[in-house]
Nanobody
Framework: QVQLVESGGGLVQAGGSLRLSCVASGILFRVNDMGWYRQTPGRQREMVADISSGGSARYADSVKGRFTIARDNNKNTVYLQMNDLKPEDTAVYYC???????????WGQGTQVTVSS
């Protein structure tokens, strides 16, 4: 059974930092591309950051220079370090995993991040 468990969300003031973690089980973590997405009410879920199985990272323009994605294959964990947080970063943040085969995306349950002005 595949499980992705996010943690690290919370309430922070603008300009502050948080680090999200996502621990995966039930998958061969090192071959999965991993990503962080976020969603606010009434809006589509959007990609925040993504890291390939080989370690290549990409970011949404809105978070470049502020957020950093990293993975630890020994711990089956992907991280999202979020610095200089802004109120518009407020959302539920979801972790996902995408194996090379089959073409499926696994999702975690999400963790709330709230940034106060």
């Amino acid at each position: 059974q595949v499980q992705l468990v996010e943690s690290g969300g919370g309430l922070v003031q603008a300009g502050g930092s948080l680090r999200l973690s996502c621990v995966a089980s039930g998958i061969l973590f090192r071959v999965n591309d991993m990503g962080w997405y976020r969603q606010t009410p009434g809006r589509q879920r959007e990609m925040v950051a993504d890291i390939s199985s080989g370690g290549s990272a990409r970011y949404a323009d809105s978070v470049k220079g502020r957020f950093t994605i990293a993975r630890d294959n020994n711990k089956n964990t992907v991280y999202l370090q979020m610095n200089d947080l802004k109120p518009e970063d407020t959302a539920v943040y979801y972790c996902n995993a995408r194996p090379p085969f089959p073409p499926i995306t696994y999702w975690g349950q999400g963790t709330q991040v709230t940034v106060s002005s």
